[in-house]
């Protein structure tokens, strides 16, 4: 099994915790110890899976905070994190302790739907964009940013910024604030390790300029339409990477995939994800 973070666990323990801190009733009131049960999970949508090592560790949880003497779950799953699934397709099989099961059930379904959701919309927008990375950003919930990265490589995507000691990067609040383009990557660069390159957002062609005669290393262009795009791309002329970023969305691909950018970043990754629909079958 992958390794856990530590702040993976800890959520983890919340999630369970939330659920079963007064028990469960129902479960307890008809199923014992003695209660074995076989199953499956079923995809009820096409999608790109995600988290199973999550899924497998929930329930060995679940186990270990479960009283009795339990018939161990055992799962076999059928795919590999970043594997396309069809609608229909079983992704896997278990059995073991009924009570343990149906007490993992919806905690650990929550994940895995969430984070094969995010892999399917990575992977969706990706194969509209061939040839520019496809990147997440810091909108993540808490607690969840490392299974939303995970999830977006696992989809086809790269990772943006980890979080704010993962890069620099120049927002138009910083610009506001510094006064100009100009000072803020000139403070930047005195400041930060030689070894992180500076990035810059644009919102027009006077501000691509700016960047360029700042020599910023990475020129994001936020919310421009696709012609002023392409304008900004050839103003730039390979002296820094080009990132598209901005209502970058399924829809809108079409627009901007003969752009010649370096990537794209799009927020919608992980912030209005629909989870992936997936159902655990008892036979």
Do not use: W
Not at 125 to 138: E, Q
């Amino acid at each position: 099994m992958q390794t856990i973070s530590p702040i993976t666990e800890q959520l983890i323990d919340l999630a369970i915790t939330e659920d079963l801190a007064a028990g469960d009733f129902t479960t307890d009131a008809i199923f014992t110890d003695n209660d074995n049960s076989t199953g499956y999970l079923l995809a009820k949508s096409d999608m790109v899976l995600c988290g199973q090592h999550i899924f497998e560790y929930i329930v060995e949880k679940i186990e270990s905070r479960t009283l009795g003497v339990y018939q161990p779950v055992t799962m076999q799953f059928f795919f590999r994190d970043g594997d396309r699934i069809a609608k229909g397709q079983k992704i896997a099989e278990f059995s073991g302790s009924t009570q343990v099961l149906l007490k993992a059930e919806r905690t650990a379904l929550n994940f895995l739907q969430h984070m094969s959701g995010v892999s399917s919309q990575t992977r969706q927008l990706a194969d509209l964009l061939p040839g520019i990375r496809v990147v997440n950003t810091r909108k993540a919930l808490p607690g969840l940013r490392d299974l939303q990265h995970y999830a977006v490589r696992c989809g086809g995507g790269c990772s943006h910024r980890f979080n704010l000691g993962g890069g620099t990067m120049i927002k138009d609040n910083h610009i506001a604030a510094a006064g100009s383009i100009a000072n803020a990557v000139a403070k930047v660069r005195a400041f930060a390790p030689h070894t992180l390159r500076i990035e810059v957002e644009v919102t027009n062609l006077d501000e691509v300029q700016q960047a360029l005669d700042a020599k910023a290393d990475i020129i994001m262009l936020d919310n421009m339409k696709p012609d002023e795009m392409r304008e900004a791309c050839k103003l730039i002329a390979d002296r820094a990477l080009v990132e598209i970023s901005g209502n970058v969305t399924v829809e809108r691909a079409e627009q901007i995939r003969d752009i010649p950018v370096y990537c794209v970043s799009c927020g919608a990754l992980t912030h209005s994800v629909h989870a992936a629909d997936i159902s655990m079958r008892f036979d």
